[in-house]
């Protein structure tokens, strides 16, 4: 059960666009389409912005996207916008009927 | 409103003991698999436990297994932790999750405010 690797950090100007990547492996991200994405702000309770791959919950702004590639989904934030400075966590089901999570990444917008 | 509240976190010494509990409202409780997922000062999210619906099925990380038991009571709405023999790396945010599916882990559309767990001498 080996982590999925997330960059620790990345950043951008605001209206820029920035992606973040989320790599697993065969019998996680690769071998299903049950990856998701967690907005995180300090002390407050995650927030699903991404699910099943691409799909975004109600209330979630366009401005997020995500996709997958092989072993690799996405997460893409267009215009970006101070409020999306957080912390983004991907996770993906496993073979093992369990779930697995990225070591996060932190968003700075400068 | 779905509201999910955890209780129960504290300070505990190595090889001690506690149980969390997640109080959950304003959905049908018993339809859904319910997750423990925490997060220790400075690292990222890590998935505990799942527990499905009727309670007849169970799932752990291995970093937890044999010490922790997952637990619900559907007529109490409520979400069990059962935490034992704690280690210093235990320490960490307890969060209680909402999965939107009935049996596997899948992800989860609502979340708890957590509730800190301390494993210090």
């Known amino acids: 059960q080996s982590a999925l690797t997330q960059p620790a950090s990345v950043s951008g100007s605001p209206g820029q666009s920035i992606t973040i990547s989320c790599t697993g492996i065969?019998?996680?991200?690769?071998?299903?389409?049950?990856v998701s994405w967690y907005q995180h702000h300090p002390g407050k309770a995650p927030k699903l912005v991404i699910y099943?791959?691409?799909n975004r919950p109600s209330g979630v702004s366009y401005r997020f996207s995500g996709s997958k590639s092989g072993n690799t989904a996405s997460l893409t934030i267009s215009g970006l916008q101070a409020e999306d400075e957080a912390d983004y966590h991907c996770?993906?089901?496993?073979?093992?009927?369990?779930?697995?999570f990225g070591g996060g990444t932190k968003v700075t917008v400068l | 409103e779905v509201q999910l509240l955890e209780s129960g976190g504290g300070l505990v010494q190595p090889g001690g003991s506690l149980r969390l509990s997640c109080a959950a409202s304003?959905?049908?409780?018993?339809?859904?698999?319910m997750s423990w997922v925490r997060q220790a000062p400075g690292k990222g999210l890590e998935w505990v436990s799942a527990?499905?619906?009727?309670?007849?099925?169970?799932y752990y990380a291995d970093s937890v297994k044999g010490r922790f038991t997952i637990s619900r009571d559907n007529s109490k709405n409520t979400l069990y932790l059962q935490v034992n023999s704690l280690r210093a790396e235990d320490t960490a945010v307890y969060y209680c999750?909402?999965?939107?599916?009935?049996?596997?882990?899948?992800?989860?559309?609502?979340w708890g405010q957590g509730t800190l767990v301390t494993v210090s001498s």
């Open positions: 999750a909402k999965d939107v599916d009935g049996y596997y882990p899948h992800y989860f559309d609502h």
């Open positions: 304003g959905f049908t409780f018993s339809i859904y698999a």
């Open positions: 527990i499905s619906d009727s309670d007849d099925t169970t």
């Open positions: 065969s019998s996680d991200v690769g071998g299903y389409n049950y």
């Open positions: 099943e791959v691409s």
């Open positions: 996770s993906s089901h496993t073979s093992s009927n369990t779930l697995v």
